[in-house]
C-alpha cells in the first residue's frame, strides 16, 4: 500500500511532521525503517498506547519495517509530567516491566517476514554510557536554551522545579534515535504529539550527525467535550492487562462511546475499510439508538487486544444480562467482571427478592422494591419475580454464587454470594 501518508492524513493520525512532502515520499518507499517507543513506567500499557501501537500496525502492514522499543532506561528515569518529579522505580522492578509491556506488544507486529519486527531496549546503549561519554560525546550537541524551550520545561521551571534528571531526559531520548538509525537504519520515528520535544530533539541530533530522518506525531485522543480519553466513568485506568481491565470493562469502555466520538475512535483504532467507517458515521448519524458504531468499534478492539474467545464471551453477557441470552453459557470470571461494572452486591446468605433489590440500589426502600415486583418489572436471572418477600432459590445461583437482578429492560446489579 504506497497511500499510507494519506490514509494516516485521512484518519487525522498525522498532527506534527518535520516535512510533510518528505515524509509522504519516505513513508511510500518500501525499504524504510522506523520506531516507536514505550517507556516501562508501569506493568501494563492502557488504551492510550493504542494509538501508536495500532499506527505501528498500518506502517508495518502498508511495507515499512517496525523497530518496537521498550524503554528500560527512560523508564527508570521517566519523562518529565506537569505535576512535578516522577517517583524512580527500583531497577528490577523497570526490568520486569520491560518484559511485560515487550510482550504485551508483540500481538501487533509480525516478528517474522522481510518486513519483521524487531524489539528493542534502550538500556542495551544507554546502561554502558559512563557520565563522561555522555556529557562529552552526546550532551554537547544539545543547546540548553532549546532544551529550555520545550514547554513542559517552561512549566516546570515556573512551578515546582525540575531536576537534572528528568531535564536530561529528551537527551536520552534523542540519542535513541540515533543509535537506531546507526544499528538498523531507522529513518523515521512517529510518537504522541505530547512527545514532540523530545522526538524533534531526536531529529536535530540525528542530523547533526549526518542523517536524513524524518518524524511526525499522531494526534492525543480526547472526547469530544474535550476531557480525558482512556478512563471510565468512575476515574480508572483501561489498560491491555487482562488482570487489570476485564474484557468486559475493556468492551464496555468502547461501546459506551459517546455518538460524537465514536467515527473519530473508528478512523484511529479501526482497520476496517473507509467506505465501511463512513457507513458506519452515517448509521450513527440517522440511528444513533442503534449504537452500530459503538458495537463495530467494541467488537473489532476487543478482539484485537483479548481475542476472538474472549470477546464472544463479552458479547454474549451483554445480551444475556438483559434477557436475550442464556446467562448459564457464560464462565465464571465473565459473569464476575460484568456484574462487578453493573454494580456488584455481597451477601451472606441470600435474604429476600426486595432486600436485595433495595441492598443492590435497583430501589430505594423497600416498598419500591415490592412495587416493582407486583408490576411485573423485576427478574432473578432473567426470570420475573413474583413474591417480593421470599429470598430467590439457591437453585438459581450461576456457578453456585452469582445473580443477576435486572429492574425493567436496562437497570441492572448483581449478587455474589460470599459463603
Known sequence: MTDIFQDLQWRGLIKDSTDPDELARTLADGTVTFYVGFDASGPSLHIGHLTQILTARRLQRAGLRPLILVGGATGLIGDPKDTGERTLNPPEVVAGWVKKLQSQLTPFVSFEGERAATAVDNLDWTGALSAIEFLRDIGKHFPVSQMLNREIVKTRLSGAGISFTEFSYQVLQANDFHELHRRYGCTVQFGGSDQWGNITAGVDFCRRRGAHVQAFTTPLVTRADGTKFGKTADGQSVWLDPDMTSPYAFYQFWFNSGDADVGRYLRYFSFRPREEIEELEKATAERPAARAAQRALAEELTTLVHGERETAQVTAASRALFGRGDLTELDPSTVDA????????????????????????????????????????????????????????????????????????????????TT
Do not use: M, Q, W
Not at 460484568?338 to 452486591?345: F, I, M, N, V
Not at 432473578?380 to 443477576?404: I, K
Open 338 to 417: 460484568a456484574l462487578s461494572e453493573a454494580g456488584l452486591l455481597s451477601v451472606p446468605e441470600l435474604p429476600s427478592v426486595a432486600t436485595l433489590f433495595k441492598e443492590s440500589g435497583l430501589c430505594a426502600s423497600l416498598s419500591e422494591a415490592r412495587r416493582a415486583v407486583a408490576e411485573g418489572g423485576a427478574y432473578v436471572n432473567n426470570e420475573r419475580v413474583t413474591d417480593a418477600d421470599a429470598p430467590p432459590s439457591p437453585d438459581l445461583l450461576l456457578h453456585n454464587r452469582f445473580l443477576v437482578l435486572r429492574r425493567g429492560k436496562r437497570t441492572i446489579a448483581g449478587v455474589a454470594l
